[in-house]
Every structure is written in structure tokens, then in C-alpha cells.
């Protein structure tokens, strides 16, 4: 049966991410991906993701490397981000790291002071596309954004820091600034704490697959050095 269980789609809506059994393949993974929405095209134009690690790729903080990952949110860039995200895991990591880690944005929302909230909502900042070609514009978005269908939390805490959606590119040129000043630094510090205090940790058995409210669910990725890690990444609109 090519639809999610009933127990992972009431976890998916009651704490914002579930994982499924082991499936049988990339068909089953897709069909279930398909089955909470539309799979839409991701930076390469694909419908479906290779996360695996590059070689030579060890400066650039992105799905290519091993580096850990801060949290963010998935192409905020876009209006809307994609509603669910789902990895579909083909290699697991056996060294220990390559986790997949996510903590809820309605809580942390929740539990910030009137001057953050208000920031938070209020405050529109330029949200770039991860497709870096002239005619494919990003959008001026809040770091939570109420719209009818529901709340939209937008995050990178790299690209708050330092302008960038990527890290460790010191040698490049036109080095960005952060696009909410010292303010948007202040509240990436607040949201990396939050993080790590409130994060859930997830090593995806192999097989499985990990799907996430994206609208909803900070996400972030530990560092490994099992290069063998494969998973396969689905974006799903709603
Ligand atoms: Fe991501």
C-alpha cells in the first residue's frame, strides 16, 4: 500500500516529523513522498535529491560536505518553502555521525520575550533562492510569516551570521553582510541555543524514511566521516 500508516501521519501532525519502517525501494519512498502532496523540483530542477558526500567539497558547508549543518529551514527562499520534507535513507553512516536533527519552531516561538516575537514577525528580510542564477529571485520574507493556510517559520542561522547560505567561504569575494544586522545575529545565537537544548536526534535506519513539517521543524545535520552516507530527499508542496 503506497500511502503512509495512519500512526505516521498522526506523529507527523501532532509533533511535527515521523519516520517510517524500512521500504522496499526508491518506488515505495517516492510514492509515499507523493502521497502528503506534490513532489516539487529542488535546486537541480530533479524531483529527487543524491545527499552524498563529495570529495573536494570539504570547505563548503552544504549537503556535499560532512560538516555539520546549523539549522535552518529548507529553501526559504521560496514562497512558499516546500511543506514537507522526507529522506529516504540508502546508506546509513556507521561512524557514529550523520545524524539528522530537528527541534519544533512553534516552541521556540512560544517561548520568546514581546521584543523578539514582534522581531520575528514583523521584521521582512531578503531571503535568496539556493539556485544561483540571475533569473531565479528569492523572496523578502519574516522569520515567521502567518498566512491563511497557516504559519511559515523561515530560518538559516548561517545565512543570519554572515549573509550566506554556505559557511567557510572566507576566500570568497563580495563577502555578504548579515541581512537583519546585529539583531538577526542575536536571534540566530538565540535560535542555535534553543536547538541544541531542544533538538531531537535522529540516525534514519537504513531503508527508512524521516519526513518533516518543514513549516514547522528547524533542521540541522551532524557531522560524519563514513563517506559511504547516501540518502535520497524529497520536497513535497502541499
Ligand atoms: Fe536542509
New binding site residues.
Partial sequence: MNVLSPETVRELSERGYALTRPLSGPDEAAALASSLGTLVPQSTGELTYDIQAHPGFEKVRD?RSAHA?RP?T?APGQHPPPRY?ALHCRVQATCGGGQTMLADARAFVAGMDERTRRFAHEREMYWPSYVEDAGVKGHHKPLVERTERGTINRLSCTLLRTGDYSEGLEERAGRQEPPLGDEGVAFARQALDFFRDHKVSVLIPEDAMLIWDNHRMF???SSFTDTRRRLTRYWIAD
Fill in positions: 549537503t549543518l535552518h529548507e520534507l533542521h540541522s545535520r
